[in-house]
Protein backbone atom coordinates (compact mmCIF):
# COMPACT_ATOMS: atom_id res chain seq x y z
CA UNK A 1 0.00 0.00 0.00
CA UNK A 2 1.52 3.23 -0.72
CA UNK A 3 1.93 6.25 1.20
CA UNK A 4 -1.09 8.09 0.12
CA UNK A 5 -3.83 5.48 0.65
CA UNK A 6 -1.98 4.30 4.04
CA UNK A 7 -2.30 7.91 5.51
CA UNK A 8 -5.77 8.47 3.75
CA UNK A 9 -6.83 5.13 5.39
CA UNK A 10 -5.56 6.48 8.79
CA UNK A 11 -7.49 9.82 8.23
CA UNK A 12 -10.73 8.38 7.79
CA UNK A 13 -10.12 5.87 10.54
CA UNK A 14 -9.55 8.83 13.15
CA UNK A 15 -12.45 10.40 12.05
CA UNK A 16 -14.99 7.69 12.73
CA UNK A 17 -13.18 6.40 15.49
CA UNK A 18 -13.41 10.35 17.15
CA UNK A 19 -16.75 10.95 15.14
CA UNK A 20 -17.84 7.42 16.99
CA UNK A 21 -17.09 8.13 19.91
CA UNK A 22 -18.45 11.94 20.44
CA UNK A 23 -21.57 11.06 18.99
CA UNK A 24 -22.65 8.25 20.44
CA UNK A 25 -21.43 9.78 23.81
CA UNK A 26 -23.59 13.02 23.49
CA UNK A 27 -26.30 10.92 22.45
CA UNK A 28 -25.83 8.81 25.44
CA UNK A 29 -25.44 11.83 27.96
CA UNK A 30 -28.85 13.60 26.83
CA UNK A 31 -30.85 10.86 27.11
CA UNK A 32 -29.59 9.83 30.65
CA UNK A 33 -30.24 13.31 31.42
CA UNK A 34 -33.81 13.47 29.85
CA UNK A 35 -34.32 10.35 32.27
CA UNK A 36 -36.68 8.34 29.86
CA UNK A 37 -35.62 5.02 30.51
CA UNK A 38 -36.86 4.00 27.10
CA UNK A 39 -34.43 7.11 25.33
CA UNK A 40 -31.73 5.79 28.08
CA UNK A 41 -32.09 2.25 26.59
CA UNK A 42 -32.43 3.21 22.93
CA UNK A 43 -29.11 5.25 23.53
CA UNK A 44 -26.89 2.80 25.34
CA UNK A 45 -27.88 0.33 22.98
CA UNK A 46 -27.07 2.13 20.06
CA UNK A 47 -23.19 3.13 22.01
CA UNK A 48 -22.82 -0.87 22.69
CA UNK A 49 -23.69 -1.56 18.83
CA UNK A 50 -21.83 1.58 17.87
CA UNK A 51 -18.56 0.19 19.25
CA UNK A 52 -18.51 -3.05 17.95
CA UNK A 53 -19.37 -1.60 14.49
CA UNK A 54 -17.70 1.44 13.87
CA UNK A 55 -15.31 2.30 17.30
CA UNK A 56 -13.15 -1.10 18.11
CA UNK A 57 -12.47 -1.75 13.77
CA UNK A 58 -11.46 1.66 13.37
CA UNK A 59 -9.25 1.16 16.62
CA UNK A 60 -7.47 -1.32 15.37
CA UNK A 61 -7.35 0.55 11.89
CA UNK A 62 -5.10 3.53 13.80
CA UNK A 63 -2.58 0.69 15.04
CA UNK A 64 -2.24 -0.72 11.82
CA UNK A 65 -1.97 2.37 10.04
CA UNK A 66 -0.50 4.24 12.54
CA UNK A 67 2.55 2.03 12.49
CA UNK A 68 2.78 1.72 8.52
CA UNK A 69 2.96 5.26 8.57
CA UNK A 70 5.45 5.44 10.86
CA UNK A 71 7.98 3.06 9.44
CA UNK A 72 6.99 4.25 5.50
CA UNK A 73 7.28 7.47 6.79
CA UNK A 74 11.41 6.84 7.83
CA UNK A 75 10.20 8.24 11.36
CA UNK A 76 12.12 7.38 14.41
CA UNK A 77 9.99 5.58 16.81
CA UNK A 78 12.15 7.32 19.75
CA UNK A 79 10.75 11.09 18.81
CA UNK A 80 8.74 12.22 21.24
CA UNK A 81 5.57 13.34 19.62
CA UNK A 82 5.23 9.68 18.48
CA UNK A 83 6.18 8.35 22.38
CA UNK A 84 3.61 11.43 23.37
CA UNK A 85 1.08 10.25 20.65
CA UNK A 86 1.47 6.04 21.40
CA UNK A 87 1.47 6.86 25.41
CA UNK A 88 -2.21 8.77 24.73
CA UNK A 89 -3.67 6.30 22.30
CA UNK A 90 -2.82 4.01 24.72
CA UNK A 91 -3.84 5.74 27.76
CA UNK A 92 -7.62 7.01 25.90
CA UNK A 93 -7.85 2.84 25.33
CA UNK A 94 -7.84 2.15 28.88
CA UNK A 95 -10.49 4.59 29.69
CA UNK A 96 -12.50 2.92 26.79
CA UNK A 97 -12.10 -0.99 27.47
CA UNK A 98 -14.19 -0.44 31.10
CA UNK A 99 -16.54 2.66 29.20
CA UNK A 100 -17.43 -0.53 26.84
CA UNK A 101 -18.16 -3.05 30.17
CA UNK A 102 -20.14 -0.21 31.75
CA UNK A 103 -22.41 0.89 28.22
CA UNK A 104 -23.01 -3.21 28.17
CA UNK A 105 -24.35 -2.79 31.83
CA UNK A 106 -26.15 0.07 31.31
CA UNK A 107 -27.52 -1.02 28.66
CA UNK A 108 -28.92 -4.21 30.37
CA UNK A 109 -30.12 -2.42 33.32
CA UNK A 110 -32.13 -0.18 31.03
CA UNK A 111 -33.71 -2.67 29.29
CA UNK A 112 -34.85 -4.84 32.57
CA UNK A 113 -35.74 -1.41 34.21
CA UNK A 114 -38.03 -0.67 31.17
CA UNK A 115 -39.63 -4.10 30.71
CA UNK A 116 -40.45 -3.77 34.68
CA UNK A 117 -41.90 -0.91 34.48
CA UNK A 118 -39.54 -0.10 37.16
CA UNK A 119 -36.99 3.16 37.92
CA UNK A 120 -33.34 2.56 36.75
CA UNK A 121 -31.37 1.34 39.89
CA UNK A 122 -29.11 3.17 41.77
CA UNK A 123 -26.21 0.91 40.55
CA UNK A 124 -27.27 2.65 36.88
CA UNK A 125 -26.51 6.09 37.83
CA UNK A 126 -22.75 5.26 39.63
CA UNK A 127 -21.77 3.78 36.54
CA UNK A 128 -23.26 7.04 34.66
CA UNK A 129 -20.79 8.77 36.56
CA UNK A 130 -17.33 6.73 36.19
CA UNK A 131 -18.37 6.83 32.06
CA UNK A 132 -18.65 10.28 32.25
CA UNK A 133 -14.92 10.17 34.17
CA UNK A 134 -13.85 8.01 31.64
CA UNK A 135 -15.10 9.95 28.89
CA UNK A 136 -14.07 13.34 30.39
CA UNK A 137 -10.17 11.74 30.58
CA UNK A 138 -10.13 9.90 27.30
CA UNK A 139 -11.58 12.78 24.81
CA UNK A 140 -8.74 15.26 26.10
CA UNK A 141 -6.21 12.87 25.23
CA UNK A 142 -7.32 11.76 21.44
CA UNK A 143 -7.64 15.47 20.78
CA UNK A 144 -3.89 15.79 22.01
CA UNK A 145 -3.17 13.24 19.42
CA UNK A 146 -4.90 14.83 16.62
CA UNK A 147 -2.48 17.60 17.09
CA UNK A 148 0.61 15.60 17.48
CA UNK A 149 -0.69 13.97 14.14
CA UNK A 150 -0.85 17.07 12.35
CA UNK A 151 1.74 19.20 13.71
CA UNK A 152 4.42 17.06 14.28
CA UNK A 153 6.21 19.20 16.71
CA UNK A 154 9.90 18.33 17.10
CA UNK A 155 9.77 18.82 21.11
CA UNK A 156 7.21 18.47 23.34
CA UNK A 157 8.29 19.87 26.42
Known amino acids: MDYFLLKLSHIVSSTILFGTGIGTAFSMFMANRQGNIQGIYTATRNAVLADWLFTTPSGLVQVITGAALVMAGGYDLREDWILWGIGLYVFAGLCWLPVVWLQLKMRDMA ?33 IVFYLMVVKPAEIF
Open 111 to 143: KQSMDRGEALPPVYWRMDKWWIVLGCCAFPALV
